[in-house]
């Protein structure tokens, strides 16, 4: 219903700064979290630049993963929560438990408040990377909503938040969420437009690329437009058929990056000049100290679907090609390149 208040959780990240856009046209009130208030500035502009200014539809709250202080203050009167705070890939993180425990204990948080507040339905946002991380190379594809990446393997820390993070959640829901109702979003690699220099880990791989680094990977993914992830969360929180649901979140069969590299060069022009057409040896990839979190996906598929969601929630997402060509011309129209 337009004019209900939604709590969309880390304000100053990639997605959820989309979320907000979404929410915003859609007539609803949103109310966001940072971690310092000295950020909202900063977000209000990102926002102007994804041609919005939101006023007084707009409110911000500081709230810290790791504790529980300001988190009812934070969910007081909304209706739904849109929930994408959590770590991401930054350098920072030094241990397993910097990426693990946060994203654990903040969805936890984050629920707990929500089920007090009497929110209606969470929406989470996972990753694919606790749908597809893991398995053999044999595994079929694509991989769908009933597939959780298998953590007795090869798993990046990263990628072990994300699925750790959305099983505790569930686990909540069936055990203590009482009249709280959950639906999680898992997107692959998500693209289309920055809003400023605070951009997300995959938009950095189409920063690399156009900067010109040395070869491509030889790395499968599927990508996603920004947009349409948070067109997706927005359909999730209101539509019946997503309760208790989880939607990957895809458009289309996934790609090696030199064919991302090949999109650029074909539609960017001068743009791509740096552009890299080779790809690395994977026994170079392998030797370097850097990479070591991405060997394990080498050569691998990791196609996915997305029947689910435009099946049950009519979604209609841009294509991959799209996706990439939006990133990569926000990159260059910020000055980001």
Known sequence: MSG????VTGGTGFIAQHCILALLQSGYR????VRSLTREEEVRKQLE???????????????DLMHDAAWPNAMADCAY???????????????????????????????????DAGVKRVVLTSAFGAVGMGHSAEHRCPFDETDWSELTEDVAPYQKS??????????????????LELSAINPVAVLGPALGADFSHSVRIIKSLLDGQPGCLNINSGFVD????????VRAMTHPSAKGERFLATAGESMWMIDVAKVLKARLGEVAN??????????????H???????????INLNATSDKAIRLLDWKPRSQEEAIVACAESLAQLGLL
Not at 4 to 7: F, I, K, N, T
Not at 30 to 33: A, E, M, S
Not at 88 to 106: F, I, L, N
Not at 162 to 179: H, P
């Open 4 to 7: 209900e208040l939604v709590l």
């Open 274 to 287: 740096k552009v890299p057409l080779n790809v690395l040896p994977d026994a170079e990839v392998r030797k």
């Open 81 to 115: 929560v849109l929930h994408g705070a959590s770590p991401t890939p930054s350098g920072d993180q030094v241990s397993e438990d910097d990426w693990v425990k946060p994203a654990v204990d903040g969805n936890l948080r984050v629920l707990r408040a929500a089920r």
């Open 162 to 179: 994300k699925t750790l993070s959305e099983r505790a959640a569930w686990d909540f829901i069936r055990t203590e969420g009482g009249g």
């Open 226 to 233: 920004v947009r349409d992830v948070a067109d997706l969360h």
């Open 49 to 63: 630049t994804g041609g919005m200014k939101a006023g007084d539809s707009l409110s911000f709250v500081a709230a």
């Open 30 to 33: 949103v109310r966001t979290t």
């Open 289 to 299: 100290p850097a990479m070591q979190g991405i060997v394990s996906l080498l050569g």
